[in-house]
């Protein structure tokens, strides 16, 4: 009988975490690591797939995330995870906007504020704020060194790209409204760094051609070029099954299926770090029961996949007859956003976050391609156009919301996944007023509203479904992201946030792996 392989340290997962860890691992001396991704490589910065992009309109990530027959949901709010997150190397940062907001003070005092929506986090706002510089350089953020909404000690990595001349009209409106307002920090470089050129503008950030956006990618690629295969091995098509054990508190290794041949195979490990979402995580616990964790591994207290919320996004429309100012949106990012109800005053309702979406936009080379003449390409300029609003809401969590392995399995070679939550996430009276807000602000940019509503919760943004407690019955790892009743097994994603607030998770999700890896590197150290 052949005999398992083994590794020091093995990383399930090969997004912005997983890489992260890696790279920290490897920096001092903890290896050899080896990476399991289920997903496959997709090429970035790769002139043919941005042609491609750019003329034909081809997704380059097409046919790596979720699709209808993934997952299946029951309950009273609708989930819409297709297009969400990727399954490939690198994760879904492959993909993403770059917006990297941090959370606020209050939004880590949850419970003591308001009594409901999630846990207080076991540390604070201040106890994270270093690790979020340090995410911030990580993630090459630019943003508004001076802003202290929240506050900062030290300044972005780059400064916040200037704000554009529809932001003025935005900025104008929310002024007059008194509405305070700011730039949204983004992952974007401002001048070249780690290997990547600065931003170029192409308008093409969807499938950046330069590297400009950090993608989760890139530190693959850093660790790949460094290490040979002894050291640093990601194996690709490799999705992971159970997590095995030799008695209650030791994990030894992880069985996974090798998608190129259909192979039962597994890998021993000194230590496993679970870097593989909200979503793949909880249901990886579940599958590993044993007569040691009968109902799943960290799940005596039935608290894995539970407390699962996401980011539902509003949207509002805006219809003008004429553009006398002639604007055309510059950049395709956003670089204006409004926080005024991310406070603690608006807590208790739940938070919202107001950011303008990168209209109005003119596609002229379309109108070109069709054989315009200049004066009518001239008149569109000046022509109808439309104006779009967006805003994420603070989510809570609540107890009988929750994930959990559904039968049959993905392409990728995991469980399908379901999606129970038959409590709602916000009322039909609250989404009215978040709706209210947004069609206020386009009447005063001088906008009529045309249309407005939610987009479904989705995958990308999922949190809380095994989450930092101090105490195993309140749930699923520790202060130090070590699962409750384990040695050696942890979890380093947006699992393990004890609430959620109106901003983007991934930020905070770096800051928390930075934490953990203090942590962990200088309790092995010292061990």
């Not at 919760?457 to 949190?463: T, Y």
Request: hydrophobic share 40%; with cysteine; charged share 20%.
């Amino acid at each position: 009988m052949a005999r398992n392989e083994s590794t020091h340290t093995l990383i399930v997962g090969s997004g912005v975490a997983g890489g992260l860890i890696a790279e920290r691992l490897l920096a001092a001396g903890m290896g050899p690591v080896t990476m399991l991704e289920a997903g496959a490589n997709l090429k970035m910065r790769d002139r043919r797939s941005w042609l491609d992009f750019v003329t034909a309109g081809t997704i380059p990530y097409a046919g790596l995330s979720d699709v209808a027959g993934d997952y299946e949901t029951a309950g009273t709010m609708p989930w819409l995870i297709e297009g969400g997150r990727l399954m490939a190397r690198g994760g879904s940062t492959l993909h993403w906007g770059g917006w990297c907001p941090r959370m606020k003070p209050e939004d880590f005092e949850i419970e003591s504020r308001i009594g409901f929506g999630g846990l207080d986090w076991p540390f604070s706002y201040d106890d994270l704020q270093p690790y979020y510089e340090r995410a911030e350089s990580y993630l090459q953020v630019a943003g508004d060194s001076n802003s202290q909404d929240p506050p900062r000690r030290n300044p972005y990595p780059f400064e916040a790209p200037t704000f554009t001349l529809t932001d003025g009209v935005f900025i104008s409106a929310l002024e007059r409204l008194g509405i305070s307002y700011g730039h949204l920090p983004i992952a974007r470089n401002a001048r070249g760094i780690n290997g990547n050129a600065q931003c170029v503008t192409f308008g093409t950030c969807d499938y950046c051609p330069v590297g400009a956006r950090f993608t989760g990618d890139q530190p693959l690629d850093r660790l790949q070029a460094r290490h040979d295969r002894a050291t640093f091995e990601l194996r690709l098509g490799a999705a992971a099954r159970r997590v095995l054990v030799s008695r209650k508190h030791q994990a030894v290794g992880v069985e996974y299926v090798d998608l190129a041949t259909g192979a039962v195979k597994v890998i021993e490990a000194e230590e496993i770090i679970l870097c593989a979402g909200s979503y793949e995580t909880p249901k990886l616990l579940i599958a590993s029961a044993s007569p040691s964790w009968p109902h799943g591994i960290g799940n005596d207290t039935d608290q894995v996949g539970r407390y699962v919320i996401a980011h539902p996004f509003f949207f509002a429309r805006g219809f003008s007859p004429t553009n006398p100012l002639r604007l055309q949106e510059e950049l395709n990012f956003p670089t204006a956003q409004s926080r005024h109800w991310d406070t603690p005053e608006f807590q208790r309702e739940g938070k919202f976050i107001l950011t303008k979406a990168q209209t109005p936009l003119l596609d002229i080379a379309a109108l070109m391609g069709e054989g315009r003449l200049a004066a009518e390409i001239d008149a569109a300029t000046a022509g109808a156009q439309t104006m779009d609003l967006f805003g994420s809401i603070q989510i809570f969590s609540e107890f009988e919301n929750r994930v959990l392995p559904a039968n049959g399995t993905t392409r990728f070679g995991l469980p399908r996944t379901r999606i129970e939550t038959p409590v709602p996430a916000f009322s039909a009276a609250f989404e009215q007023t978040i709706l209210d807000r947004m069609n206020r602000v386009l009447v005063e940019m001088g906008y009529t509203p045309v249309f407005a509503g939610a987009f479904p919760q989705r995958g990308d943004h999922a949190m809380c479904t095994c989450r930092m407690s101090e105490s195993p019955a309140r749930g699923v790892v520790d202060p130090d992201l070590k699962v409750h009743g384990m040695d050696n097994l942890h979890i380093v994603s947006n699992a393990v946030f004890a609430s959620g607030g109106a901003a983007n998770p991934t930020l905070t999700l770096t800051a928390v792996a930075l934490r953990f890896l203090d942590r962990f590197v200088a309790d092995r150290h010292a061990s």
